[in-house]
């Protein structure tokens, strides 16, 4: 079962956007025993709904936006995907919900 978070993410050029997602929580990992050969730990599965570009003056209605092939440079001079990020912002925001 999944459980709805919204957030908002800063994008590196400065705009806000709102984040829709869908949080499936993992499960930990099963240890084997005599009776049974255990199961591996499940990842949580994160789903990226809709996001929306928010206008910084609330004059107008916030704009559908597409943050799919988005990379930006971190503070280490790595490239890395805007969607990873929103993904990562999901999770925590699941969690500190729980």
């Known amino acids: 079962?999944?459980?709805?978070?919204?957030?908002?993410?800063?994008?590196?050029?400065?705009?806000?956007?709102?984040?829709?997602?869908?949080?499936?929580?993992?499960?930990?990992?099963?240890?084997?025993?005599?009776?049974?050969?255990g199961e591996p730990e499940e990842d949580p599965?994160?789903?990226?709904?809709?996001?929306?570009?928010k206008d910084r003056n609330d004059n107008n209605p916030d704009l559908p936006f597409d943050p799919e092939g988005l990379w930006y440079r971190d503070r280490n001079k790595k490239f890395k995907q805007v969607m990873d990020d929103l993904e990562n912002y999901a999770w925590e925001?699941?969690?500190?919900?729980?």
């Open 1 to 37: 079962m999944s459980d709805p978070v919204q957030f908002d993410y800063k994008l590196p050029g400065g705009d806000i956007i709102e984040v829709n997602a869908n949080v499936t929580p993992g499960r930990p990992a099963i240890q084997a025993s005599l009776n049974f050969p």
């Open 45 to 53: 599965e994160i789903e990226i709904t809709d996001c929306f570009l």
């Open 93 to 98: 925001t699941y969690r500190d919900q729980q």
